[in-house]
């Protein structure tokens, strides 16, 4: 049980990484160097985030779907995303077929 959390927490861990990137790519911020080695910031007044707000799904909801420096309202699709993805990584590591 414990591992299978672990690996659904992986998946997780991945699409906000993924979805971190996808958005630098999409807005124009993209560099390898940056990407890899700058630290996120807020969407809407560009502070970086707190430690919370770096773990998926759990920052989510600890901060109720809203950020933490300028309060504003988060978009649902983080930790919609960010669970599918988690339970497709384990169906893939348990070989569960989805049909």
Same mark, same amino acid.
């Given at each position: 049980m414990t591992i299978n &959390? %672990?690996?659904?927490y992986g998946g997780a861990t991945l699409a906000s990484f993924l979805m971190c990137i996808l958005g630098r790519y999409i807005s124009k911020k993209w560099s390898v160097r940056d990407s890899l080695m700058k630290p996120s910031s807020c969407d809407f007044c560009q502070r970086r985030l707190s430690f919370l707000s770096y773990l998926p799904l759990i920052g989510w909801f600890a901060n109720l779907g809203r950020t933490t420096c300028c $309060?504003?309202? &988060?978009s649902r699709s983080y930790p919609i995303v960010e669970f599918m993805t988690g339970v497709l990584l384990l169906c %893939?590591? %348990? $070989?569960?077929?989805? &049909?």
């Open positions: &959390l %672990l690996i659904m $309060n504003r309202k &988060l %893939l590591v %348990l $070989n569960i077929s989805l &049909l």
